[in-house]
């Protein structure tokens, strides 16, 4: 009889008060057994998230692997039978009629039928977001709780946190967090590349994709497509360029959106005005360039130069810089250099950069005069 078939002898479909004492303390025996396995052995042989990509593999766990630990868990918290009858309710005979993709679910229901701290967390995942305050996670970094516990809750929470587009929240619960850790492994690095996707995190984005892509046929097929679609967007995003300054402008409406206007925001606005600084700088140079170049090359009215006289103009030469620094604001410049500005940027881009633009340093610009207005007596 191999280790699956023991264990299952001992699970919650069975009727414990049937048991002997014997049977009590084999099950007991043999669930402490596999709990050394887990939390002991298991995370000294599991593979490192760190692993660098090229050996980055990892495998999804059967139904059977993942009853094993639950039932291991159980034997450690104490469930008594009220616990384990609603817990019977969740996992039917044949394991094999389980998804894959509801092991994650039912793994942290179970755990909250034995865990009534989780039971609120579980719940608020089940649901969308109704107000500003978040399920209460400090607990979960309690001594007392187990890492098998610890870990699933954790992806638990942050898919739900994903899903209502709370990012930064989001990249907190996963970060840490490897193949080897859940129940879900898929899931776990779906996540964490979603997150590190829309916050611009360009490198921590294609090493999950990567780690997610490597197990092959166990990876499910919506998520494979959107990984293989998130590689070739990131793959053409470049530092500083107008699209990766348009992405940066949509997080900061996500985060006012969500209600969010501390001190990130205001960190990712001020990034988003320095990297327009620099582009406009950029093209007021290449515009100096241009012009210098045209009037070096110009020739002066009336007769024709002799061939051995140096060519020059009637004028310095210079060209006056506009002052795009730190202190200027899209408001401080006229009409006319506005104008300028806008089509020198958006002259090689779809249109719709334009308006973006537009619209956000016409937002900065009511901002700044609001802030100059109640600052008079």
């Known amino acids: 009889?191999?280790?699956?078939?023991?264990?299952?002898?001992?699970?919650?479909?069975?009727?414990?008060?049937?048991?002997?004492?014997?049977?009590?303390?084999?099950?007991?025996?043999?669930?402490?057994?596999?709990?050394?396995?887990?939390?002991?052995?298991?995370?000294?042989?599991?593979?490192?998230?760190?692993?660098?990509?090229?050996?980055?593999?990892?495998?999804?766990?059967?139904?059977?692997?993942?009853?094993?630990?639950?039932?291991?868990?159980?034997?450690?918290?104490?469930?008594?039978?009220?616990?384990?009858?609603?817990?019977?309710?969740?996992?039917?005979?044949?394991?094999?009629?389980?998804?894959?993709?509801?092991?994650?679910?039912?793994?942290?229901?179970?755990?909250?039928?034995?865990?009534?701290?989780?039971?609120?967390?579980?719940?608020?995942?089940?649901?969308?977001?109704?107000?500003?305050?978040?399920?209460?996670?400090?607990?979960?970094?309690?001594?007392?709780?187990?890492?098998?516990?610890?870990?699933?809750?954790?992806?638990?929470?942050?898919?739900?946190?994903?899903?209502?587009?709370?990012?930064?929240?989001?990249?907190?619960?996963?970060?840490?967090?490897?193949?080897?850790?859940?129940?879900?492994?898929?899931?776990?690095?779906?996540?964490?590349?979603?997150?590190?996707?829309?916050?611009?995190?360009?490198?921590?984005?294609?090493?999950?994709?990567?780690?997610?892509?490597?197990?092959?046929?166990?990876?499910?097929?919506?998520?494979?497509?959107v990984a293989e679609l998130m590689r070739a967007d990131l793959g053409e995003l470049e530092e500083d360029s107008l699209d990766h300054i348009a992405r940066r402008m949509d997080d900061i409406r996500r985060r006012l959106d969500l209600g969010s206007a501390g001190p990130k925001v205001r960190s990712v606005e001020r990034g988003v005005i320095e990297s327009l600084d620099k582009m406009i700088k950029q093209i007021e140079q290449q515009q100096q360039q241009q012009q210098q170049s045209a009037s070096s090359s110009s020739m002066p009215s009336g007769k024709p130069a002799e061939e051995s006289r140096i060519l020059g103009g009637s004028g310095a030469g210079d060209v006056g810089r506009k002052s795009t620094g730190q202190g200027a604001t899209w408001g401080d410049l006229p009409p006319k250099q506005r104008e300028e500005a806008l089509q020198s940027i958006t002259q090689r881009f779809p249109a719709h950069y334009r308006d973006v633009i537009e619209q956000y340093f016409r937002k900065l610009a009511e901002e700044n005069s609001g802030a100059s207005g109640s600052s008079k007596p």
Request: contains cysteine.
């Open 1 to 225: 009889m191999n280790r699956y078939d023991m264990i299952l002898r001992w699970s919650p479909r069975r009727n414990p008060a049937s048991w002997g004492p014997v049977a009590r303390w084999g099950a007991i025996l043999v669930g402490c057994c596999l709990l050394w396995q887990i939390t002991v052995i298991g995370p000294a042989v599991a593979q490192s998230f760190d692993t660098p990509l090229g050996e980055a593999k990892w495998e999804p766990p059967t139904v059977e692997d993942v009853q094993v630990q639950l039932i291991a868990w159980m034997v450690a918290m104490r469930a008594d039978e009220d616990a384990e009858s609603a817990v019977a309710r969740l996992w039917p005979e044949d394991a094999t009629k389980i998804p894959p993709d509801e092991l994650l679910e039912r793994t942290a229901q179970t755990i909250a039928r034995v865990d009534p701290r989780a039971a609120a967390l579980v719940s608020a995942c089940l649901e969308p977001r109704s107000g500003m305050l978040l399920p209460e996670t400090s607990w979960l970094e309690g001594d007392d709780v187990a890492p098998f516990e610890r870990q699933n809750l954790r992806l638990f929470y942050g898919r739900w946190l994903v899903h209502e587009q709370l990012y930064d929240e989001a990249l907190l619960q996963l970060s840490g967090l490897g193949p080897s850790d859940v129940v879900d492994p898929a899931t776990l690095l779906f996540c964490q590349a979603v997150v590190d996707h829309r916050l611009l995190r360009k490198q921590d984005a294609m090493g999950a994709i990567d780690t997610l892509l490597s197990a092959g046929a166990g990876v499910p097929r919506r998520y494979r497509a």
